[in-house]
């Protein structure tokens, strides 16, 4: 069939920078372990398959420098097949424990043949270092990585400050050129926070595209003829492309949002919960708090609290009956739209990469079945990334886009809120002081002051991180949250005054330097 | 039914697995190879870094004889201790933030009963248990203990202005004290407490201002404005109470104690700021649109009246087109983006509740 438009999957693959050589105390560092085995091996699995089949297929994806750091790390590295390992004994455990439940021992068995399966994967295949994975379907030329501001600053309160937003793209930019070899071509502003500001310097580094809120096209000025259905181009020269609001809504709606299914695995039953407290102590947190272990037996079953159990072929029966009907509404969608457009419009679906496998547990699979539809069904569609949309198609509407966000109401509230606006101040008095002793000691050669120098940009990046006001405005480890803004900004005021005072501590600055391992090229001078 | 499902889900399963092997095996030795490529790029890499390390060891084994800066150190984080809790806990309104000054004078007291308390309950608990679980461990090192509170005060003059929503303004402001000195000195010791502070809001694209008296409890503030899309800017200014003139002649020796305050007194100017955008900018006198190159980087006009959506349906406006293209989305209604997802992998618990 003729193609008429084009579909857009663009999964932003972020976690904040935890990592806590001091300590094997950190519930948050789990983060990681859950990430990489719920969404990032699948994904990477997924891919696979899908070239191994001949599928051609295109996705879109941001690693974020925060999460290449992690995964680069030795030492959370180490951490994750730890983890592997305590669920693979934990899982071998439950074959035995659920033996008498036919239902759920084939799924104690499902949960070790999983784990043990990614421990294979990790160590044997990827090295333990699963950017490689990622890196070797970008260079096969189905999957595009964008990058990120450094460490998910949000720029339209960062902006106060130029320099410090500057730098959050150019940290990007060096962190991506680093893992993958080549310049990014497309950046997720951290939280799709557009400001016209800092179009310059995303141009300044190279970048062409970057992923907005819908309102960030569909606001712009003028109104953009074909809405979010084409690119805008700012009058600076940098490409916006809008979420589209109908397939959106097809995942995340409350009342038939695809994640819902009844036969979908049940998020919250979890035996970290469930199974007897001296039973399942070794395996949930250090101090005896109970914790999700991703072993979990139920599906969602309907609006009840008495939850079937999970059964592995009817979700993926679900999943598979789903992405048949996201494809047939995509061709509809497209089918109409292209009647009134001169050029063919691109339908562009954004999400957290964590979305997938994490908590829509079938999410890969899903994407896995819909990607073969459209390659073998007779559809009027094919996918694309944004750059190579660019390519082919570089007259462009030009217009102001929107200044947005992709969070809750649509601009800046979710990190501006009277439970987290005591941070700005900090974080902006932070980023002065930062050009300040930047500009003052630009030309030391003191090889200690300028490793001290390059710390505090580390700890002011580290403190910017968007990630600790969203926590605190959502609620659940607060503590955690204002306690890294605390650090970092304490760390940073330590060593600003000892910059200042030319009595830099060698033993705090290391200790810092351990705790706070990531940039490793960092260049202060970015701030001067 | 059932059954039938368990015999399939079983057979499918084991090809899944061998399939899952097979691909493994195939990702494995194409990474390697890949691996072999980049083998040299990452040895040069390695020995980069570990030069680097050598170098910090050295540095290390110089620095180690030298005691006297830890304590430096030590005697550093006292002073600024015992300075943060000398000075007041940060001021904040009575009415909108009550809950934050609780939190405040709470880490205010735990700073001075002692240090090691101060952290979450979460680790201290838990830092018992890490003896019983050694064998898990991977650290070796020994790291430095650490507790930090932000800094109450940067004595800097500032005023700055952040957008919330397009239509809330958050400001927030400190002045330093050279300037407050300034201030005693030009009009009397006094000045703070017979003048009130003000905020005047410009609105600098419609040419308007307004004013906004707040109080000196506070040092933040949201400002509601009516006009999104506009840029503004806030003054933070000071005008003299009923009683502060009053007070003039009241020397012995007929030199005024007190100087005379104006009606008005400037303060600080912030940031500019502009407002987003909150609707859909249909302007039905567009005649052309214009479209950029970004290949080349050159502009053109196109007329409208040769659109297809023109000259084969003959939609003329904008919001016509709109209804047309997006058939199932309600576009022009505000609450089209309040399914967002927002960010942020721990939010997956907000979020999947209202699944179930």
Known sequence: MQKKGYLSFVLHAHLPFIHHPESDDYLEESWLYEAISETYIPLLQNFQKLVDEGVKFKITMTMTPPLLSMLDSELLQKKYINYLNEHIELSKKEIERTKDNERINRLSKYYFDRYSNDLHWFKDIYNCNIITGFKHFQDLGVLEIITCGATHGYFPILYVNEKTVRAQIAVGVQTYEKYFGRKPRGIWLPECGYIPEADKYLREFGIDYAIVETHGVLYANPAPIYGTLAPIVSPRGFTVFGRDLESSRQVWSSINGYPGDFNYREFYRDIGYEADYDYIKPYIAHDGVRVNTGIKYHRITGKTENKDIYDVQWAKDSAERQAGHFLDCRTAQINNASKYMDKPPIVLCPYDAELYGHWWYEGPYWLYILFKKIYYDECNFELITPSEYIDRYPEIQQCEPCRSSWGANGYSEVWLNQSNDYAHKHLHFAGNRMCEVAYEFRDTTDKLKIEALNQMARELLLAQSSDWLFIITNGTMVDYAKKRIKDHIGRFTKLYSQVKHNNIDKEFLKDIQLKDAIFPDIDYHLYS | ?356
Not at chain 2, 38 to 56: E, G, I, L, M, P
Not at chain 2, 99 to 107: L, V
Not at chain 2, 122 to 128: L, P
Not at chain 2, 229 to 253: F, M, S, W
């Open chain 2, 1 to 356: 039914m059932a059954k039938e499902n368990k015999e399939k889900k079983s057979s499918e399963e084991k090809n899944l697995k061998e399939s899952v092997l097979e691909t493994a095996k195939k990702v494995k030795t194409l990474i390697k190879k890949e691996a072999s490529k980049k083998n040299d790029v990452d040895k040069t890499k390695k020995t980069t870094t570990k030069a680097k390390d050598d170098d910090k060891t050295e540095k290390e084994e110089k620095a180690a004889p030298k005691t006297t800066t830890a304590k430096k150190e030590k005697a550093a984080t006292k002073e600024t201790k015992s300075s943060s809790s000398t000075t007041k806990p940060r001021s904040t309104t009575a009415k909108k933030k009550t809950t934050t000054t609780k939190e405040d004078k709470k880490e205010t007291k735990s700073t001075s009963s002692s240090k090691k308390s101060t952290t979450t309950k979460k680790t201290a608990a838990s830092t018992k248990k890490a003896s019983t679980k050694k064998e898990k461990s991977v650290q070796t090192q020994e790291f430095q203990n650490e507790y930090y509170d932000l800094p109450s005060y940067y004595n800097h003059t500032v005023v700055t202005i952040l957008s919330q929503t397009p239509t809330n303004l958050f400001v927030y402001w400190e002045i330093s004290e050279e300037d407050r000195n300034n201030y005693k000195k030009t009009y009397g010791e006094n000045f703070f407490e017979v003048t009130k502070p003000i905020l005047i809001v410009y609105n600098d694209t419609l040419n308007y201002s307004f004013e906004i008296d707040i109080n000196d409890f506070a040092n933040s503030w949201y400002i509601h404005l009516n006009d999104s899309k506009c840029k503004y800017h806030v003054e933070l200014g000071r005008k003299p109470l009923p009683i502060a003139n009053q007070q003039i002649p009241t020397n012995e020796d007929s030199t005024p104690k007190y100087q005379y305050i104006p009606y008005y007194v400037y303060v600080s100017s912030s940031n500019p700021m502009t407002m987003p955008n909150n609707k859909i900018l249909y302007n039905f006198e567009q005649k052309t649109v214009t479209y950029r190159n970004v290949k080349t980087g050159q502009t053109t006009e196109k007329d409208i009246g040769q659109f297809k959506f023109i000259t084969n349906f003959g939609v003329i406006t904008l919001s016509e087109l709109y209804k047309y293209l997006f058939p199932n989305d309600n576009i022009e209604t505000d609450d089209f983006f309040s399914g967002n997802p927002s960010s942020g992998f721990t939010s997956s618990r907000s979020l999947s509740s209202r699944f179930n």
